[in-house]
């Protein structure tokens, strides 16, 4: 292979040195510290995120919801928002393993909110529906210019909703609203509670939960994002950083040149890009098998290509 890990022009590992804010963050805290400084530096004049039903009740009005009672909101269901600030990026840092409609979004940004240059963050089919926009706005018309910085998140499956209330409160046996993180690595489903209890599940358990469409996916570390960030490669607490556009590469430039992170060459790390190739190979090459088998799934009738 070799184009598994996409084109990009520096890889560090790389953590926040916002103290406060990684007390929040899933891993390094690169999103969010990365977008903080781009409202700062007025490179973004806002930034669609993952936020919650805390997130939600606090800032209703960064939800475009139809209905306003967000008591009916379920702990851990992602709520795409737009966020402005420092604090509102925070309030909607961390991993929600299922699925968030942040593209939904992306035209309303430029209408209802009137944002001219937008921040977006997404898995990796995400920032492709994001580039897709771009090239071929169908329905989307002067969206493309707004989009300022889109910053992807590895990715090597995804949940519906249901799926992660089977797995927290069915296998897991906690209530989702006692949850204060999931994390899945080293192998396993990792709950952690508010009261400090830790329960691990073995993947082989989540397999069957995975959204179907995850299975024909052949991106894993969002390859067309300006930059991409993810958990693996990096010691815990640190994240594996792949700056890939122009534009990457001068807000990531002006925010190490801020003092916004701090870094590692991803070579002097353990597991390092080793593993990142791996475990992006092994995602294409198994996907790339689904798609090969929807050719001949029925009696000589192919199911849907999307690539072709
Ligand atoms: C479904 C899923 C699968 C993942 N799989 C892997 C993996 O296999 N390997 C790996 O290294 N990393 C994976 N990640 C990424 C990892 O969990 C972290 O999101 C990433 O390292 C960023 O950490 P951070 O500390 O920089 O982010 P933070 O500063 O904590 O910010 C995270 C940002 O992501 C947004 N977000 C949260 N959930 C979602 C969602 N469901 N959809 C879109 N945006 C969201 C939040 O709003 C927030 O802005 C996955 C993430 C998701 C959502
Ligand atoms: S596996 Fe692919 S399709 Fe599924 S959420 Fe992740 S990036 Fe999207």
């Known amino acids: 292979m070799g184009a598994e890990l996409g084109n990009y022009k520096s890889c560090v590992s790389a953590r926040s040195t916002d103290k406060e804010l990684l007390k929040h963050a899933q891993d390094g805290g690169i999103v969010t510290s990365l977008f903080a400084f781009a409202l700062e530096e007025g490179i973004i004049d806002g930034a669609i995120v993952a936020a919650n039903k805390e997130f939600a009740a606090k800032y209703p009005s960064k939800c475009m919801m139809d209905n306003s009672n967000f008591d009916m909101i379920e702990p851990w269901r992602p709520i795409p928002a737009i966020v402005n600030t420092k604090a509102e990026l925070i309030a909607a840092a961390g991993t929600k393993y299922n699925i968030s409609p942040n593209v939904s979004l992306l035209k309303e940004a430029t209408r209802s909110f009137g944002l001219d240059k937008i921040g977006i963050v997404g898995t990796p089919c995400q920032m492709q529906a994001v580039r897709k926009a771009q090239l071929y706005p169908i329905g989307m018309r002067d969206v493309g210019a707004s989009i300022a910085l889109a910053v992807g998140i590895f990715c090597m499956e995804n949940f519906p909703y249901q799926s992660i209330l089977q797995l927290v409160e069915d ?17 396993k489903f990792w709950v952690y509670g508010k009261r400090g209890q830790v329960v691990q599940l073995p993947l082989k358990i989540t397999h069957k939960y995975e959204q179907p ?18 958990s693996v490669g990096s010691p815990d607490g640190w994240s594996t950083v792949m700056v890939r556009s122009k534009i990457g590469d001068s807000v990531w430039g002006k925010a190490m040149a801020a003092g916004c992170f701090e870094t590692q060459p991803i070579e002097k790390v353990k597991p390092g890009l080793e593993l990142v190739t791996k475990l992006a190979n092994e995602k294409i090459t198994k996907n790339k098998k689904t798609l090969e088998g929807r050719a001949t799934f029925g009696v000589g009738k192919a199911l849907r290509n999307p690539y072709i």
């Not at 296998?171 to 192998?187: F, P, Q």
């Not at 052949?218 to 991409?228: H, P, Q, R």
Request: proline share 0%; aromatic share 2%; glycine share 12%.
């Open 213 to 230: 469409g995850c299975h024909v996916c052949l991106d894993y570390v969002a390859n067309l994002a300006d930059v991409s960030t993810g």
């Open 171 to 187: 296998h897991a046996a906690m209530k989702l609203e006692s949850v204060k993180k999931m994390e899945i690595g080293k192998g």
